[in-house]
Nanobody
Framework: QVQVVESGGGLVQPGGSLRLSCAAS????????MGWYRQTPGKQREFVAF???????NYAESVRGRFTISRDNAKNTVYLQMNSLKPEDTAVYYC?????????WGQGTQVTVSS
């Protein structure tokens, strides 16, 4: 059974930084895609960033230039470095992992940007 576990959320002041981590384990197949999404109450979950096992990355326009995604393929772990955080970045951040069989989600980690 594949498990996806996020960590690193918390409370930060506007302009501050946080680093999220996500580890995927238990897959019998290669995890070729790992990404971050976020959701606020009453809204749809939205894409933030992804990275493939070939280091292809993509970002939502709202975070481009402020967030950086990276991964350790050997550990099936992905990181999201978030800089210059804004109150509108406040959300529950979810990690997503895809292998050749299915699509897996973590439980989410809360990020709150507030003074």
């Amino acid at each position: 059974q594949v498990q996806v576990v996020e960590s690193g959320g918390g409370l930060v002041q506007p302009g501050g930084s946080l680093r999220l981590s996500c580890a995927a384990s238990g897959s019998r197949f290669s995890i070729y895609f790992m990404g971050w999404y976020r959701q606020t109450p009453g809204k749809q979950r939205e894409f933030v960033a992804f990275i493939t096992d070939g280091d292809i990355t993509n970002y939502a326009e709202s975070v481009r230039g402020r967030f950086t995604i990276s991964r350790d393929n050997a550990k099936n772990t992905v990181y999201l470095q978030m800089n210059s955080l804004k109150p509108e970045d406040t959300a529950v951040y979810y990690c997503n992992a895809k292998d050749g069989l299915d699509n897996y989600w973590g439980q989410g980690t809360q990020v709150t940007v507030s003074s």
